[in-house]
């Protein structure tokens, strides 16, 4: 069967690997579509030191259920559109024995630490498949992205009552803003790219603000009457915003860190203590992150053609990486085909 893999710095290429087996307990999955994330652009570029290359990419899944093993439940059947789990957990380190199992010491997500989801089919554990037959396939693409920045709104408990700040309109950013504004939260939305802001605001949030623009901090405390925001929610990964979201958290303000940091980050810890601010990290999500997504896409009023910028075959996975490289700011997702 055809797959992509990622061979070295700068380089795919479309491989014959032998199909996958059908086991016991286990799902044959006949792929769809496979979305490229920023991890796949970083594999790509060589900035990802959790992957060793080849790889064969790809973890946010939309398929069809092919076949099915022995001892898979019945609700799980042949024709059925589906969607993957991708990480793993191995049941014994403490993250997995606190109930927390995205944040498992020795998760492996597909294609990252192990070779994705990028090829014609894909055999996983039933438990890690997600099946709705209300879902488009190429839609089921876009749940997985979007779980992570729900996981992030639940990690701070987000309620009606608060002003929620997300800091970047990608994929993950905007599923934290529309998990906020499902919640009845008052939404800012920062980033750097007009359109970004636009889509945004179409997904719910009540403010955008262009922090090259315009000064953050004094737009903040405009919105806020001066109190500053409830929730920040840090989808870069970037020094400036991480200390951001601690300059503009109110007292007692939950900050939640979503985005990994290469540099050292020169924190101020005297606002941390003044302010007596809870602050999380978010890692992947949970089978309630999916359920959620899924259900706010049932509800047919996410703008799902905006959000997906291009569908690629699988031979021109090179030229859609490539392109992406090139131009980061223009693109929300990329998909890659296989029907």
């Known amino acids: 069967?055809?797959?992509?893999?990622?061979?070295?710095?700068?380089?795919?290429?479309?491989?014959?690997?032998?199909?996958?087996?059908?086991?016991?307990?286990?799902?044959?999955?006949?792929?769809?579509?496979?979305?490229?994330?920023?991890s796949d652009l970083n594999t790509f570029r060589g900035l990802n030191p959790l992957v060793r290359l080849?790889?064969?990419?790809?973890?946010e899944v939309g398929a069809v259920v092919e076949a099915v093993g022995s001892d898979v439940p019945s609700g799980i059947k042949p024709g059925m559109n589906a969607t993957v789990n991708p990480y793993t957990s191995c049941g014994n380190c403490p993250a997995c024995r606190n109930g927390r199992p995205n944040s498992c010491e020795w998760n492996q997500t597909?294609?990252?630490?192990?070779?994705?989801?990028?090829?014609?089919?894909?055999?996983?554990?039933?438990?890690k498949v997600i099946v709705d037959e209300s879902i488009p396939v190429r839609d089921f693409a876009l749940v997985e992205p979007f779980s992570v920045g729900f996981h992030a709104v639940d990690r701070a408990k987000v309620t009606d009552m608060d002003t929620v700040m997300v800091?970047?309109?990608?994929?993950?950013?905007?599923?934290?803003?529309?998990?906020?504004?499902?919640?009845?939260?008052?939404?800012?939305?920062?980033?750097?790219?007009?359109?970004?802001?636009?889509?945004?605001?179409?997904?719910?949030?009540?403010?955008?603000?262009?922090?090259?623009?315009?000064?953050?901090h004094d737009r903040i405390r405009e919105i806020t009457a001066q109190r500053g925001v409830d929730v920040t929610i840090e989808a870069v990964g970037r020094p400036e915003t991480y200390l951001a979201a601690v300059a503009e958290s109110a007292?007692?303000?939950?900050?939640?860190?979503?985005?990994?940091?290469?540099?050292?980050?020169?924190?101020?810890?005297?606002?941390?203590?003044?302010?007596?601010?809870?602050?999380?990290?978010?890692?992947?999500?949970?089978?309630s992150d999916f359920r959620a997504v899924m259900e706010y896409l049932?509800?047919?009023?996410?703008?799902?053609?905006?959000?997906?910028?291009?569908?690629?075959?699988?031979?021109?996975?090179?030229?859609?990486?490539?392109?992406?490289?090139?131009?980061?700011?223009?693109?929300?997702?990329?998909?890659?085909?296989?029907l």
Request: include cysteine; glycine fraction near 10%; aromatic fraction near 8%.
């Open 1 to 38: 069967m055809r797959a992509v893999r990622i061979i070295s710095v700068g380089k795919t290429e479309v491989v014959e690997i032998e199909m996958p087996e059908l086991k016991p307990g286990h799902v044959l999955l006949k792929v769809g579509f496979v979305g490229f994330c920023g």
């Open 54 to 59: 080849p790889v064969v990419p790809g973890h």
């Open 110 to 127: 597909l294609g990252v630490q192990r070779d994705g989801a990028m090829s014609e089919y894909l055999v996983v554990p039933y438990e």
């Open 167 to 216: 800091f970047r309109c990608g994929m993950i950013g905007l599923g934290a803003i529309v998990r906020a504004a499902i919640r009845g939260a008052k939404v800012i939305a920062v980033d750097v790219d007009d359109k970004k802001l636009d889509l945004a605001k179409h997904l719910g949030a009540c403010y955008a603000i262009h922090s090259q623009k315009e000064d953050l």
């Open 251 to 287: 007292f007692t303000g939950r900050i939640v860190y979503i985005g990994y940091v290469k540099e050292k980050v020169p924190f101020d810890t005297q606002y941390i203590v003044k302010k007596e601010l809870d602050i999380f990290g978010s890692r992947n999500a949970v089978p």
């Open 298 to 338: 049932k509800k047919g009023v996410c703008p799902v053609d905006k959000l997906i910028t291009a569908v690629y075959p699988a031979e021109e996975a090179q030229k859609a990486l490539g392109k992406w490289a090139e131009n980061p700011s223009d693109v929300f997702r990329i998909l890659i085909g296989f």
